[in-house]
Protein backbone atom coordinates (compact mmCIF):
# COMPACT_ATOMS: atom_id res chain seq x y z
CA UNK A 1 0.00 0.00 0.00
CA UNK A 2 1.37 2.98 -1.35
CA UNK A 3 1.76 6.11 1.61
CA UNK A 4 -0.81 8.66 2.52
CA UNK A 5 0.11 12.25 1.98
CA UNK A 6 -0.66 14.16 4.76
CA UNK A 7 1.02 16.88 6.47
CA UNK A 8 3.77 17.03 3.55
CA UNK A 9 2.97 19.72 0.70
CA UNK A 10 5.97 19.00 -1.40
CA UNK A 11 5.24 17.60 -5.18
CA UNK A 12 8.83 16.37 -5.54
CA UNK A 13 8.75 14.25 -2.08
CA UNK A 14 5.12 12.83 -2.45
CA UNK A 15 6.57 11.91 -6.13
CA UNK A 16 9.52 10.29 -4.75
CA UNK A 17 8.63 8.34 -1.66
CA UNK A 18 5.67 7.01 -3.38
CA UNK A 19 2.74 8.24 -1.99
CA UNK A 20 -0.88 7.90 -3.20
CA UNK A 21 -1.03 11.19 -5.27
CA UNK A 22 -4.37 12.78 -6.55
CA UNK A 23 -3.80 13.95 -10.16
CA UNK A 24 -4.39 17.58 -9.58
CA UNK A 25 -2.66 18.44 -13.04
CA UNK A 26 -5.32 18.56 -15.59
CA UNK A 27 -6.15 21.74 -14.07
CA UNK A 28 -2.61 23.47 -15.20
CA UNK A 29 -3.69 23.50 -18.77
CA UNK A 30 -6.33 25.03 -18.03
CA UNK A 31 -4.53 27.67 -15.99
CA UNK A 32 -2.34 28.24 -18.77
CA UNK A 33 -4.75 28.64 -21.04
CA UNK A 34 -6.79 31.20 -19.14
CA UNK A 35 -6.49 35.07 -20.86
CA UNK A 36 -4.86 35.95 -17.27
CA UNK A 37 -1.64 35.63 -15.99
CA UNK A 38 -2.06 36.95 -12.72
CA UNK A 39 -4.38 34.69 -10.70
CA UNK A 40 -5.75 34.30 -6.95
CA UNK A 41 -7.58 31.33 -6.18
CA UNK A 42 -9.17 31.01 -2.58
CA UNK A 43 -9.81 27.51 -0.32
CA UNK A 44 -10.87 26.78 2.93
CA UNK A 45 -7.48 25.71 5.37
CA UNK A 46 -6.64 22.24 4.66
CA UNK A 47 -8.02 21.59 1.16
CA UNK A 48 -4.76 20.95 -0.10
CA UNK A 49 -3.65 24.26 -1.70
CA UNK A 50 0.12 24.19 -0.34
CA UNK A 51 0.71 21.07 -2.84
CA UNK A 52 -0.76 22.35 -5.72
CA UNK A 53 1.52 24.75 -5.94
CA UNK A 54 4.27 22.70 -5.32
CA UNK A 55 3.28 20.89 -8.47
CA UNK A 56 3.43 24.25 -10.39
CA UNK A 57 6.64 25.10 -8.67
CA UNK A 58 7.98 21.72 -10.32
CA UNK A 59 6.16 21.93 -13.31
CA UNK A 60 7.12 25.47 -14.41
CA UNK A 61 10.93 25.77 -13.46
CA UNK A 62 13.93 25.75 -15.38
CA UNK A 63 15.55 23.98 -12.76
CA UNK A 64 13.69 20.54 -12.88
CA UNK A 65 13.95 20.42 -16.77
CA UNK A 66 15.84 16.89 -16.19
CA UNK A 67 13.48 15.72 -13.64
CA UNK A 68 10.37 15.82 -15.60
CA UNK A 69 9.77 12.24 -16.84
CA UNK A 70 10.60 11.05 -13.21
CA UNK A 71 8.03 13.63 -11.68
CA UNK A 72 5.56 13.66 -14.34
CA UNK A 73 5.70 11.48 -16.19
CA UNK A 74 2.42 8.91 -14.65
CA UNK A 75 0.48 12.24 -14.65
CA UNK A 76 -1.96 14.08 -17.62
CA UNK A 77 0.49 17.16 -18.02
CA UNK A 78 3.37 14.70 -18.41
CA UNK A 79 1.71 12.98 -20.81
CA UNK A 80 0.20 16.21 -22.57
CA UNK A 81 2.88 18.70 -21.56
CA UNK A 82 2.39 22.78 -22.32
CA UNK A 83 4.77 24.61 -24.21
CA UNK A 84 5.29 26.39 -21.06
CA UNK A 85 6.91 23.87 -18.80
CA UNK A 86 10.28 24.32 -17.58
CA UNK A 87 10.17 28.05 -18.88
CA UNK A 88 10.03 30.08 -16.06
CA UNK A 89 12.40 31.23 -12.36
CA UNK A 90 10.18 30.65 -9.38
CA UNK A 91 9.71 32.62 -6.55
CA UNK A 92 7.95 31.43 -3.41
CA UNK A 93 6.68 33.66 -0.77
CA UNK A 94 4.79 31.62 2.31
CA UNK A 95 3.34 33.86 4.64
CA UNK A 96 1.86 31.40 7.39
CA UNK A 97 4.89 31.26 9.43
CA UNK A 98 5.06 34.74 10.76
CA UNK A 99 4.27 35.27 14.42
CA UNK A 100 1.18 37.27 15.04
CA UNK A 101 1.42 37.52 18.78
CA UNK A 102 3.49 40.53 19.21
CA UNK A 103 3.55 44.37 18.19
CA UNK A 104 3.72 45.97 14.54
CA UNK A 105 7.53 46.42 14.62
CA UNK A 106 8.25 42.51 15.55
CA UNK A 107 5.45 41.42 12.65
CA UNK A 108 7.53 44.12 10.34
CA UNK A 109 10.63 42.60 11.06
CA UNK A 110 8.99 38.81 10.63
CA UNK A 111 7.17 40.01 7.13
CA UNK A 112 10.50 41.45 6.22
CA UNK A 113 13.08 38.46 6.89
CA UNK A 114 9.91 36.49 5.52
CA UNK A 115 10.50 38.37 2.07
CA UNK A 116 14.35 38.15 2.45
CA UNK A 117 14.73 34.47 2.64
CA UNK A 118 12.65 33.64 -0.25
CA UNK A 119 14.83 36.71 -2.55
CA UNK A 120 17.79 34.62 -1.14
CA UNK A 121 16.45 31.57 -1.88
CA UNK A 122 15.84 32.72 -5.40
CA UNK A 123 19.43 33.85 -5.46
CA UNK A 124 20.86 30.77 -4.70
CA UNK A 125 19.15 28.78 -6.53
CA UNK A 126 19.49 30.40 -9.91
CA UNK A 127 23.28 31.01 -9.48
CA UNK A 128 23.67 34.50 -8.62
CA UNK A 129 26.76 35.92 -7.24
CA UNK A 130 26.94 35.81 -3.03
CA UNK A 131 27.53 39.54 -3.30
CA UNK A 132 23.70 40.11 -4.07
CA UNK A 133 23.26 37.82 -1.42
CA UNK A 134 24.65 39.63 1.00
CA UNK A 135 23.01 43.22 -0.25
CA UNK A 136 19.49 41.79 0.09
CA UNK A 137 20.59 40.52 3.76
CA UNK A 138 21.23 44.28 4.60
CA UNK A 139 17.57 45.43 3.94
CA UNK A 140 15.13 46.59 6.36
CA UNK A 141 12.41 47.25 4.28
CA UNK A 142 10.61 44.63 2.43
CA UNK A 143 9.50 46.97 -0.68
CA UNK A 144 13.33 47.34 -1.15
CA UNK A 145 14.18 43.97 -0.97
CA UNK A 146 12.23 42.47 -3.92
CA UNK A 147 12.75 45.86 -5.67
CA UNK A 148 16.30 44.82 -5.50
CA UNK A 149 16.09 41.46 -6.22
CA UNK A 150 13.63 42.54 -9.44
CA UNK A 151 16.33 44.74 -10.89
CA UNK A 152 18.84 42.26 -10.20
CA UNK A 153 17.53 39.43 -11.85
CA UNK A 154 15.91 42.28 -14.40
CA UNK A 155 16.46 39.74 -17.53
CA UNK A 156 15.04 36.99 -15.80
CA UNK A 157 11.20 35.29 -16.39
CA UNK A 158 9.78 35.10 -13.58
CA UNK A 159 6.55 32.91 -12.40
CA UNK A 160 5.98 34.43 -8.68
CA UNK A 161 3.59 31.78 -6.26
CA UNK A 162 2.30 33.11 -3.04
CA UNK A 163 1.49 30.50 -0.75
CA UNK A 164 -1.16 31.74 2.34
CA UNK A 165 -1.30 35.31 1.29
CA UNK A 166 -3.81 36.14 4.23
CA UNK A 167 -2.79 33.97 7.15
CA UNK A 168 -1.04 36.76 9.21
CA UNK A 169 -3.13 39.45 8.26
CA UNK A 170 -6.34 38.02 8.86
CA UNK A 171 -4.60 36.24 12.29
CA UNK A 172 -4.29 39.89 12.94
CA UNK A 173 -7.43 41.60 12.05
CA UNK A 174 -9.52 39.25 14.60
CA UNK A 175 -7.19 41.19 17.07
CA UNK A 176 -7.20 44.70 15.79
CA UNK A 177 -9.10 46.02 12.77
CA UNK A 178 -7.02 49.36 13.15
CA UNK A 179 -3.42 47.00 13.41
CA UNK A 180 -4.45 45.54 10.08
CA UNK A 181 -5.23 48.72 8.11
CA UNK A 182 -2.09 49.92 8.86
CA UNK A 183 -0.51 46.94 7.55
CA UNK A 184 -2.41 46.23 4.46
CA UNK A 185 -3.63 50.01 3.86
CA UNK A 186 -2.52 52.81 1.64
CA UNK A 187 1.09 53.28 2.95
CA UNK A 188 1.23 49.95 4.95
CA UNK A 189 4.00 47.71 4.46
CA UNK A 190 1.95 44.74 3.40
CA UNK A 191 0.81 47.35 0.07
CA UNK A 192 3.95 48.46 -0.68
CA UNK A 193 5.00 44.86 -1.16
CA UNK A 194 2.59 44.05 -3.10
CA UNK A 195 2.89 47.33 -5.42
CA UNK A 196 6.42 46.40 -6.04
CA UNK A 197 4.62 43.21 -7.48
CA UNK A 198 2.67 44.57 -9.59
CA UNK A 199 5.29 46.91 -10.99
CA UNK A 200 7.35 43.63 -11.95
CA UNK A 201 4.78 43.00 -13.86
CA UNK A 202 4.32 46.35 -16.54
CA UNK A 203 8.06 46.01 -16.63
CA UNK A 204 7.62 42.12 -17.64
CA UNK A 205 10.38 40.51 -15.06
CA UNK A 206 7.14 39.07 -13.60
CA UNK A 207 5.14 37.18 -15.89
CA UNK A 208 2.94 34.96 -14.03
CA UNK A 209 1.55 34.71 -10.78
CA UNK A 210 -0.58 32.36 -8.70
CA UNK A 211 -1.47 33.24 -5.27
CA UNK A 212 -3.56 30.86 -2.92
CA UNK A 213 -4.90 32.28 0.34
CA UNK A 214 -8.56 32.06 2.73
CA UNK A 215 -10.69 34.85 2.50
CA UNK A 216 -10.35 37.81 0.21
CA UNK A 217 -10.42 40.57 2.76
CA UNK A 218 -6.64 41.41 2.17
CA UNK A 219 -7.77 41.42 -1.18
CA UNK A 220 -9.49 44.13 -0.72
CA UNK A 221 -7.21 46.35 0.93
CA UNK A 222 -4.56 45.29 -1.51
CA UNK A 223 -6.46 46.33 -4.63
CA UNK A 224 -5.91 49.64 -5.42
CA UNK A 225 -2.27 49.06 -5.63
CA UNK A 226 -2.66 45.53 -6.54
CA UNK A 227 -5.43 45.40 -8.83
CA UNK A 228 -4.15 42.97 -11.54
CA UNK A 229 -4.95 39.63 -9.95
CA UNK A 230 -8.09 37.89 -11.45
CA UNK A 231 -10.54 35.87 -9.21
CA UNK A 232 -10.78 32.28 -9.80
CA UNK A 233 -12.43 30.91 -6.54
CA UNK A 234 -15.53 30.68 -7.50
CA UNK A 235 -15.19 29.69 -11.09
CA UNK A 236 -17.14 26.91 -11.92
CA UNK A 237 -13.66 24.89 -14.24
CA UNK A 238 -12.12 25.57 -10.59
CA UNK A 239 -14.55 23.84 -8.24
CA UNK A 240 -12.23 20.37 -7.58
CA UNK A 241 -8.72 22.09 -8.24
CA UNK A 242 -8.35 21.66 -4.04
CA UNK A 243 -10.13 19.31 -1.76
CA UNK A 244 -11.42 15.60 -3.28
CA UNK A 245 -14.28 14.66 -5.62
CA UNK A 246 -16.15 11.71 -4.73
CA UNK A 247 -14.24 9.46 -7.21
CA UNK A 248 -11.11 10.98 -5.72
CA UNK A 249 -12.14 9.70 -2.00
CA UNK A 250 -12.96 5.94 -3.64
CA UNK A 251 -9.68 5.60 -5.56
CA UNK A 252 -8.07 6.69 -2.16
CA UNK A 253 -9.92 4.14 0.10
CA UNK A 254 -9.50 1.40 -3.05
CA UNK A 255 -5.88 1.99 -2.73
CA UNK A 256 -5.55 2.04 1.30
CA UNK A 257 -8.64 0.60 3.15
CA UNK A 258 -10.54 -1.46 0.75
CA UNK A 259 -7.41 -2.93 -0.29
CA UNK A 260 -6.15 -3.83 2.98
CA UNK A 261 -9.48 -4.98 4.86
CA UNK A 262 -11.17 -6.41 1.57
CA UNK A 263 -14.81 -7.48 4.19
CA UNK A 264 -15.61 -4.11 5.36
CA UNK A 265 -18.87 -2.94 4.30
CA UNK A 266 -17.57 -0.35 1.49
CA UNK A 267 -20.93 1.79 1.23
CA UNK A 268 -21.15 2.23 4.54
CA UNK A 269 -18.00 3.52 5.00
CA UNK A 270 -18.08 6.23 2.21
CA UNK A 271 -21.47 7.16 3.51
CA UNK A 272 -19.75 8.02 6.80
CA UNK A 273 -16.98 9.88 4.80
CA UNK A 274 -19.73 11.66 3.16
CA UNK A 275 -21.08 12.80 6.03
CA UNK A 276 -18.37 13.96 8.10
CA UNK A 277 -16.40 15.65 5.36
CA UNK A 278 -17.56 16.57 2.28
CA UNK A 279 -20.15 18.80 1.20
CA UNK A 280 -18.62 21.89 -0.35
CA UNK A 281 -19.31 23.76 -3.28
CA UNK A 282 -17.80 26.21 -4.65
CA UNK A 283 -20.04 27.16 -7.43
CA UNK A 284 -23.84 26.68 -7.98
CA UNK A 285 -23.40 25.07 -11.80
CA UNK A 286 -20.25 22.42 -10.51
CA UNK A 287 -21.26 18.77 -11.03
CA UNK A 288 -19.75 17.75 -7.91
CA UNK A 289 -19.70 18.83 -4.01
CA UNK A 290 -15.95 18.34 -2.49
CA UNK A 291 -14.54 16.77 0.35
CA UNK A 292 -11.71 18.35 2.83
CA UNK A 293 -8.55 16.98 1.61
CA UNK A 294 -6.42 16.83 4.78
CA UNK A 295 -9.42 15.10 6.78
CA UNK A 296 -10.04 12.45 4.13
CA UNK A 297 -5.96 11.50 4.00
CA UNK A 298 -6.46 11.91 8.09
CA UNK A 299 -9.18 9.67 8.51
CA UNK A 300 -7.19 6.95 5.81
CA UNK A 301 -3.28 7.25 8.31
CA UNK A 302 -5.43 6.95 11.73
CA UNK A 303 -7.62 3.86 10.42
CA UNK A 304 -7.14 0.91 12.86
CA UNK A 305 -5.53 -1.47 9.61
CA UNK A 306 -5.40 -4.08 12.39
CA UNK A 307 -8.63 -4.52 13.07
CA UNK A 308 -10.23 -3.09 10.49
CA UNK A 309 -11.93 0.13 12.37
CA UNK A 310 -12.26 3.91 12.50
CA UNK A 311 -10.02 6.46 13.70
CA UNK A 312 -10.83 6.94 17.26
CA UNK A 313 -10.96 10.79 16.31
CA UNK A 314 -12.88 11.57 13.60
CA UNK A 315 -11.66 15.30 13.52
CA UNK A 316 -8.13 16.30 12.91
CA UNK A 317 -6.54 18.12 16.12
CA UNK A 318 -4.81 20.09 13.68
CA UNK A 319 -7.85 20.98 11.41
CA UNK A 320 -9.85 21.72 14.73
CA UNK A 321 -7.28 24.22 16.17
CA UNK A 322 -6.76 25.75 12.42
CA UNK A 323 -10.56 26.35 12.47
CA UNK A 324 -10.99 27.31 16.46
CA UNK A 325 -8.28 29.69 15.32
CA UNK A 326 -10.01 31.43 12.56
CA UNK A 327 -13.46 31.63 14.75
CA UNK A 328 -11.51 34.62 16.07
CA UNK A 329 -12.69 36.13 12.72
CA UNK A 330 -16.48 35.77 13.79
CA UNK A 331 -15.87 39.27 15.85
CA UNK A 332 -15.11 41.28 12.64
CA UNK A 333 -17.72 44.21 12.27
CA UNK A 334 -20.81 43.89 13.82
CA UNK A 335 -20.71 40.73 16.48
CA UNK A 336 -24.12 40.73 17.63
CA UNK A 337 -25.15 40.51 14.16
CA UNK A 338 -22.60 38.06 13.48
CA UNK A 339 -24.13 35.77 16.74
CA UNK A 340 -27.48 36.14 15.14
CA UNK A 341 -26.64 34.47 11.87
CA UNK A 342 -24.72 31.94 13.71
CA UNK A 343 -27.37 30.89 15.75
CA UNK A 344 -30.10 30.97 13.06
CA UNK A 345 -27.61 28.81 10.83
CA UNK A 346 -27.81 26.24 14.32
CA UNK A 347 -31.41 26.51 14.61
CA UNK A 348 -32.26 26.00 10.99
CA UNK A 349 -29.88 24.72 9.34
CA UNK A 350 -29.65 27.78 6.63
CA UNK A 351 -29.03 31.02 6.04
CA UNK A 352 -29.61 32.94 3.00
CA UNK A 353 -26.77 35.82 1.36
CA UNK A 354 -24.92 36.70 -1.78
CA UNK A 355 -21.16 35.84 -1.69
CA UNK A 356 -19.18 38.75 -1.86
CA UNK A 357 -15.57 38.56 -3.89
CA UNK A 358 -13.86 41.34 -2.06
CA UNK A 359 -14.43 43.87 0.94
CA UNK A 360 -14.59 47.77 1.39
CA UNK A 361 -13.42 48.11 4.87
CA UNK A 362 -13.38 51.71 4.86
CA UNK A 363 -17.33 50.52 4.71
CA UNK A 364 -19.52 49.37 7.46
CA UNK A 365 -18.81 45.10 8.05
CA UNK A 366 -22.64 44.22 6.66
CA UNK A 367 -24.46 40.72 6.77
CA UNK A 368 -23.12 39.98 3.34
CA UNK A 369 -19.81 40.38 4.46
CA UNK A 370 -20.12 38.16 7.27
CA UNK A 371 -21.29 35.69 5.34
CA UNK A 372 -18.94 35.50 2.53
CA UNK A 373 -16.11 35.30 5.72
CA UNK A 374 -17.67 32.18 6.89
CA UNK A 375 -18.24 31.04 3.46
CA UNK A 376 -14.79 31.55 2.27
CA UNK A 377 -13.65 29.96 5.83
CA UNK A 378 -15.21 26.72 4.69
CA UNK A 379 -18.33 27.10 7.88
CA UNK A 380 -20.92 27.30 5.26
CA UNK A 381 -21.44 26.38 1.67
CA UNK A 382 -24.12 26.79 -0.89
CA UNK A 383 -27.50 24.87 -0.91
CA UNK A 384 -29.03 26.23 -3.52
CA UNK A 385 -29.77 29.16 -5.44
CA UNK A 386 -32.29 31.27 -4.30
CA UNK A 387 -32.89 33.56 -7.12
CA UNK A 388 -30.17 35.88 -8.94
CA UNK A 389 -27.33 35.86 -7.16
CA UNK A 390 -29.33 35.39 -3.37
CA UNK A 391 -27.73 31.76 -2.30
CA UNK A 392 -29.42 29.57 0.42
CA UNK A 393 -25.94 28.36 2.53
CA UNK A 394 -25.92 25.32 4.67
CA UNK A 395 -23.57 23.97 7.13
CA UNK A 396 -21.35 21.73 4.82
CA UNK A 397 -21.05 18.19 7.29
CA UNK A 398 -20.48 16.68 10.32
CA UNK A 399 -16.92 18.40 11.30
CA UNK A 400 -18.82 21.93 10.91
CA UNK A 401 -21.34 21.66 13.04
CA UNK A 402 -19.61 20.07 15.84
CA UNK A 403 -17.25 23.09 15.38
CA UNK A 404 -20.63 25.26 15.66
CA UNK A 405 -21.99 23.57 18.80
CA UNK A 406 -18.37 23.89 20.32
CA UNK A 407 -18.52 27.59 19.80
CA UNK A 408 -22.15 28.43 20.42
CA UNK A 409 -21.74 26.49 23.87
CA UNK A 410 -18.68 28.60 25.04
CA UNK A 411 -20.61 31.71 23.22
CA UNK A 412 -23.66 31.26 25.51
CA UNK A 413 -21.45 30.57 28.52
CA UNK A 414 -19.17 33.89 27.94
CA UNK A 415 -22.48 36.12 26.94
CA UNK A 416 -24.56 35.21 30.19
CA UNK A 417 -21.84 34.98 32.75
CA UNK A 418 -22.69 30.86 33.25
CA UNK A 419 -20.33 29.42 36.10
CA UNK A 420 -21.55 26.25 34.86
CA UNK A 421 -19.99 24.42 32.03
CA UNK A 422 -16.61 23.85 34.15
CA UNK A 423 -16.60 20.01 34.15
CA UNK A 424 -18.27 19.40 31.30
CA UNK A 425 -15.72 16.37 29.96
CA UNK A 426 -16.25 14.79 33.19
CA UNK A 427 -19.89 15.13 32.92
CA UNK A 428 -20.03 13.76 29.68
CA UNK A 429 -18.16 10.66 31.04
CA UNK A 430 -19.83 10.16 33.57
CA UNK A 431 -23.11 10.09 30.71
CA UNK A 432 -21.27 7.43 28.97
CA UNK A 433 -20.91 4.93 31.97
CA UNK A 434 -24.62 4.92 32.58
CA UNK A 435 -24.93 7.68 34.93
CA UNK A 436 -27.02 10.74 33.70
CA UNK A 437 -27.67 12.62 36.40
CA UNK A 438 -24.74 15.07 35.99
CA UNK A 439 -25.91 16.06 32.85
CA UNK A 440 -29.61 16.61 33.71
CA UNK A 441 -28.61 18.56 36.28
CA UNK A 442 -26.10 20.73 34.01
CA UNK A 443 -28.79 21.07 30.92
CA UNK A 444 -31.48 22.16 33.67
CA UNK A 445 -29.64 24.54 34.76
CA UNK A 446 -28.03 26.29 31.98
CA UNK A 447 -32.07 26.31 30.23
CA UNK A 448 -33.32 27.54 33.47
CA UNK A 449 -31.13 30.17 33.34
CA UNK A 450 -31.46 31.18 29.90
CA UNK A 451 -35.05 30.64 29.06
CA UNK A 452 -35.81 32.96 32.07
CA UNK A 453 -33.71 35.41 30.29
CA UNK A 454 -35.24 35.09 27.59
CA UNK A 455 -38.65 33.23 27.93
CA UNK A 456 -41.12 35.13 25.64
CA UNK A 457 -38.65 33.69 22.79
CA UNK A 458 -37.90 30.86 24.36
CA UNK A 459 -38.64 27.37 22.10
CA UNK A 460 -37.84 23.85 21.18
CA UNK A 461 -35.68 25.13 18.49
CA UNK A 462 -33.66 26.81 21.55
CA UNK A 463 -33.39 23.55 23.68
CA UNK A 464 -32.27 21.75 21.31
CA UNK A 465 -30.03 23.76 19.86
CA UNK A 466 -28.22 24.05 23.71
CA UNK A 467 -28.60 20.69 24.35
CA UNK A 468 -26.54 19.88 21.39
CA UNK A 469 -24.06 22.04 21.87
CA UNK A 470 -23.47 20.61 25.81
CA UNK A 471 -23.50 17.04 24.06
CA UNK A 472 -20.80 18.31 21.15
CA UNK A 473 -18.21 18.26 23.50
CA UNK A 474 -18.10 14.25 23.67
CA UNK A 475 -15.67 13.58 21.20
CA UNK A 476 -16.41 9.68 22.39
CA UNK A 477 -19.53 9.92 20.53
CA UNK A 478 -21.20 10.49 16.91
CA UNK A 479 -24.20 12.91 17.68
CA UNK A 480 -26.47 12.34 15.08
CA UNK A 481 -29.46 15.33 15.23
CA UNK A 482 -32.37 14.49 13.48
CA UNK A 483 -30.65 12.14 10.81
CA UNK A 484 -33.34 11.93 8.78
CA UNK A 485 -35.56 15.32 9.01
CA UNK A 486 -37.98 13.79 6.11
CA UNK A 487 -39.04 10.50 8.32
CA UNK A 488 -40.17 9.77 11.52
CA UNK A 489 -36.42 9.78 13.45
CA UNK A 490 -35.42 10.80 17.66
CA UNK A 491 -34.31 14.50 17.91
CA UNK A 492 -30.79 12.81 19.15
CA UNK A 493 -28.93 10.03 19.04
CA UNK A 494 -25.49 9.52 20.67
CA UNK A 495 -23.31 6.50 19.53
CA UNK A 496 -20.09 5.40 20.74
CA UNK A 497 -17.44 5.77 18.81
CA UNK A 498 -15.96 2.75 19.42
CA UNK A 499 -17.33 -0.59 20.77
CA UNK A 500 -15.74 0.30 24.45
CA UNK A 501 -18.42 3.63 25.23
CA UNK A 502 -20.62 1.57 27.36
CA UNK A 503 -23.66 3.21 26.46
CA UNK A 504 -25.72 4.80 23.94
CA UNK A 505 -28.67 7.19 24.21
CA UNK A 506 -31.61 8.23 22.25
CA UNK A 507 -32.95 11.67 23.25
CA UNK A 508 -36.47 12.76 22.20
CA UNK A 509 -36.80 17.04 23.10
CA UNK A 510 -40.01 18.86 24.28
CA UNK A 511 -40.66 22.09 25.30
CA UNK A 512 -43.24 23.47 27.35
CA UNK A 513 -44.67 26.75 28.17
CA UNK A 514 -47.09 25.57 30.47
CA UNK A 515 -48.68 23.30 32.86
CA UNK A 516 -51.95 23.01 29.96
CA UNK A 517 -49.55 21.88 27.48
CA UNK A 518 -47.06 19.32 29.86
CA UNK A 519 -49.26 16.21 29.72
CA UNK A 520 -50.25 16.43 26.00
CA UNK A 521 -46.49 16.58 25.52
CA UNK A 522 -45.37 14.09 27.65
CA UNK A 523 -47.96 11.71 25.91
CA UNK A 524 -46.53 12.52 22.40
CA UNK A 525 -43.39 12.52 23.52
CA UNK A 526 -43.07 9.08 25.10
CA UNK A 527 -45.80 7.33 21.91
CA UNK A 528 -42.97 9.06 19.88
CA UNK A 529 -40.00 7.30 21.91
CA UNK A 530 -41.88 3.93 21.86
CA UNK A 531 -42.45 4.19 17.86
CA UNK A 532 -38.40 4.82 17.32
CA UNK A 533 -37.69 1.96 20.04
CA UNK A 534 -39.46 -0.27 17.38
CA UNK A 535 -37.74 0.73 14.22
CA UNK A 536 -35.11 -2.01 13.26
CA UNK A 537 -32.54 0.89 13.03
CA UNK A 538 -32.80 1.85 15.94
CA UNK A 539 -33.13 -1.83 17.74
CA UNK A 540 -29.89 -2.55 15.93
CA UNK A 541 -28.01 -0.13 18.01
CA UNK A 542 -26.65 -1.76 21.26
CA UNK A 543 -26.69 -0.57 24.85
CA UNK A 544 -29.19 1.70 24.21
CA UNK A 545 -30.90 4.05 26.49
CA UNK A 546 -33.96 6.35 25.53
CA UNK A 547 -35.09 9.30 26.92
CA UNK A 548 -38.07 12.04 26.76
CA UNK A 549 -36.28 15.44 27.81
CA UNK A 550 -38.96 17.61 29.14
CA UNK A 551 -38.16 21.08 28.77
CA UNK A 552 -39.60 24.60 30.56
CA UNK A 553 -38.24 27.43 32.07
CA UNK A 554 -38.22 25.78 35.47
CA UNK A 555 -35.25 23.38 34.22
CA UNK A 556 -35.30 19.70 32.35
CA UNK A 557 -37.17 16.35 33.36
CA UNK A 558 -35.00 13.39 31.95
CA UNK A 559 -37.89 10.86 31.72
CA UNK A 560 -36.59 7.35 30.82
CA UNK A 561 -38.83 5.50 28.45
Not at 204 to 214: L, S
Not at 281 to 294: D, G, P, S, V
Not at 476 to 502: A, M, W
Not at 516 to 523: A, G, L
Amino acid sequence: MKKIVYGISNYKMVKEDNYLYIDKTPFIKTLENLNEKYLIFLRPRRFGKSLFLSTLHYYYDENTKKEFEKLFSDTHIGKNPTPLKNSYRILFFEFSGIEVDGNIATIYHDFNKNVQKSAVAYLMNYGYEHKYIEYINTLTNPKDVVKELFTIAKNDSIYILIDEYDQFANAILAHSMDDFLKMVGKGGFVRSFYEVLKTATLSGVVQRMFITGVTPITLDSLSSGFNIVKHLSYKKEFNALAGFTQKEVEYSLENSIFQQCSNIKKERLLKKLKSWYNGYLFNIKAKERIYNATLVNYFITEFDFDDCSLPTNMLDSNVASDYKAIMRLFTIGDSEQNYKILNQLIETGSITGTIKDRYDLNREFSRDDFITLIYSMGFITIQDEEFGEIFKFEIPNYVIKILYFNYFAIELKNRNNLTVLKDIQTILVDLARGNGEPFHQQLSEVIRILSNRDHMGFNEAHFQVITLSLLSFASFYFIESQPEKNRRYPDILLIGRDKKVPTNYLFELKWVKGREDYNSKKKEGITQVEEYLEMDTIQAIPKLKAYLLIGSKDGVEFLEV
